[in-house]
């Protein structure tokens, strides 16, 4: 079993900005890649970001696209997601992910998730 533990969200005003952390433990691998999904109430969960173990390469949905970058520390077993200029439609429940490869885990196969850490952006 994995764990993941994500923190960082809370309430910020359009344009700001929140870096969000998840630290993963249990029986985890250097191998394994992960990654952000988020869920708005009323909506399905959507990917956001991911990354492959190596960190050399990363996805972002086009919604976030040079606004939010995901990076990852192996040494720490964590992996981050810096939001910037955030919108009122980013505001959602995130939700950190780990999987076998990044594409994968990009295309939402998952095999561990965390608990959520809610953002919300007011306008």
């Known amino acids: 079993q994995v764990q993941l533990v994500e923190s960082g969200g809370g309430l910020v005003q359009a344009g700001g900005s929140l870096r969000l952390s998840c630290a993963a433990s249990?029986?985890?691998?250097?191998?394994?890649?992960m990654g952000w999904f988020r869920q708005a109430p009323g909506k399905e969960r959507e990917s956001v970001a991911a990354i492959s173990w190596s960190g050399t390469s990363t996805y972002h949905a086009d919604s976030v696209k040079g606004r939010f970058t995901i990076s990852k520390d192996n040494a720490k077993n964590t992996v981050y997601l810096q939001m910037n200029s955030l919108k009122p439609e980013d505001t959602a429940v995130y939700y950190c992910?780990?999987?076998?490869?990044?594409?994968?885990?990009?295309?939402?196969?998952?095999?561990?998730w965390g608990q959520g850490t809610q953002v919300t952006v007011s306008p």
């Open positions: 249990g029986r985890t691998s250097s191998s394994n890649a």
């Open positions: 992910a780990v999987g076998t490869s990044g594409r994968r885990l990009f295309n939402g196969g998952a095999d561990y």
